[in-house]
């Protein structure tokens, strides 16, 4: 009998596989030290997250654009019930929204390098992909104070 396993719709990770969908390419990019979306070439609209196609004029050929690395934070709160699974051990971990520049996308993600009592809203931050330990990637931005 073998162990179970995450069912698939419960584990997003699977979307950094090309064969699985075509925001793909995010991954790839995020490897590159990129942080990226995609833009609709048609109306100009910039979408956060990543599309497959435009939410606004439904077109499905879109292009991908590269996004400031570095932002401020416009809100944040830390987490200390409810962790994600995996998570358990890191009670306080800060999250946020943090403001690309002048994009007009705010992005939530994982804030690290200072704990929350030491953060404030405006705080500067910078992009910072990291590996998973199976070979996956992902981002979180890093303070910069
Ligand atoms: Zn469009």
Known sequence: MSAPSTPFLLDFFP???AKF???APFFTHLREGRLTTTKCPADGSVHWPPRVSCPTCH????TWIDLPKEG??????A???GLPLGMEKEAGAVVGLVELGDTGLRIFSRIVGKKYE????????RLDPF???????FYRFMSKV
């Open 118 to 125: 030491e953060l404030k809203i405006g705080d500067p931050v």
């Open 21 to 23: 969908t075509r925001v």
């Open 72 to 77: 401020r934070i416009y809100a944040f709160s």
């Open 15 to 17: 979307q950094e596989d």
């Open 59 to 62: 077109r499905d050929q879109l």
């Open 79 to 81: 987490l200390y019930l």
């Open 131 to 137: 590996p998973l330990p199976d070979g996956r990637v």
